[in-house]
């Protein structure tokens, strides 16, 4: 970031700000005062805001020989890809999705007679694992990850209707299960 775009961000946002855009761009585990330097701010003002950010589930820790580390957790991750998803589709697009996903999954439970991912990996014979079973396999993980994040985002869009992401929850109970078993 060259000086001019570096006083223009601090000029434009709060440390609050700056700390949670470099920890959301945080995949590996860094220290309080790394993450500091990044947000351009002081390690005790980075520790402050990592501890709301914590106790809000965006960031999670680890320690490290007495240093405590910080990167965002993976709740955090989906929860900002499904709102992504819902930014692309509409809840009913996402709906048809998942539907086709399941069908796509209960296809290769019945031809492998197995129940999931794991299982069949189990069941491959290692040369199998680079030839076309192992093409199965990874699209077979790759299926249940996002038909995850599609029903992530459906709860997401049921809550944000609900009014239980607002409060403007109408006392109803919510309806439309999105969370169905795969």
Same mark, same amino acid.
């Given at each position: 970031?060259?000086?001019?775009?570096?006083?223009? @961000?601090?000029?434009?946002?709060?440390?609050?700000?700056?700390?949670?855009?470099?920890?959301?761009?945080?995949? !590996?585990?860094?220290?309080?005062?790394? #993450?500091?330097?990044?947000?351009?701010?002081?390690?005790?003002?980075?520790?402050?805001? $990592?501890?709301? $950010?914590?106790?809000?589930?965006?960031?999670?820790?680890?320690?490290?020989?007495?240093?405590? +580390?910080? *990167?965002?957790s993976e709740t955090a991750i989906v929860t900002e890809h499904a709102?992504?998803? +819902?930014?692309?589709?509409?809840?009913?697009? &996402?709906?048809? =999705? &998942?539907? !086709?996903?399941?069908?796509? &999954?209960?296809? @290769?439970? /019945? /031809?492998? =007679?197995?129940?999931?991912?794991? !299982?069949?990996?189990?069941? #491959?014979?290692?040369?199998?694992?680079?030839?076309?079973? =192992?093409?199965? #396999?990874?699209? @077979?993980?790759?299926?249940? *990850?996002? $038909?995850? +994040?599609?029903?992530?985002? +459906?709860? &997401?869009?049921?809550?944000? *209707?609900?009014? %239980? #992401?607002?409060?403007?929850?109408?006392?109803?109970?919510? %309806? =439309?299960?999105?969370? $169905?078993?795969?």
């Amino acid at each position: 970031m060259n000086e001019a775009v570096e006083a223009e @961000w601090v000029d434009e946002t709060t440390p609050f700000e700056r700390v949670y855009e470099v920890v959301r761009r945080t995949y !590996e585990a860094e220290s309080a005062d790394e #993450l500091a330097d990044r947000a351009r701010v002081s390690p005790t003002t980075a520790r402050k805001h $990592l501890r709301t $950010l914590t106790d809000a589930g965006e960031v999670t820790t680890t320690e490290d020989g007495g240093t405590t +580390l910080y *990167r965002r957790s993976e709740t955090a991750i989906v929860t900002e890809h499904a709102q992504t998803l +819902l930014q692309e589709r509409s809840p009913e697009a &996402i709906s048809t =999705g &998942i539907a !086709e996903m399941k069908a796509t &999954i209960r296809g @290769w439970r /019945e /031809e492998y =007679g197995v129940d999931s991912p794991e !299982e069949f990996a189990r069941e #491959l014979a290692v040369a199998d694992a680079d030839g076309e079973h =192992g093409s199965v #396999l990874t699209e @077979w993980q790759t299926t249940r *990850r996002n $038909l995850a +994040l599609a029903q992530a985002a +459906l709860a &997401i869009a049921d809550a944000q *209707r609900d009014g %239980h #992401l607002t409060g403007t929850d109408d006392g109803d109970g919510g %309806h =439309g299960d999105s969370s $169905l078993p795969v």
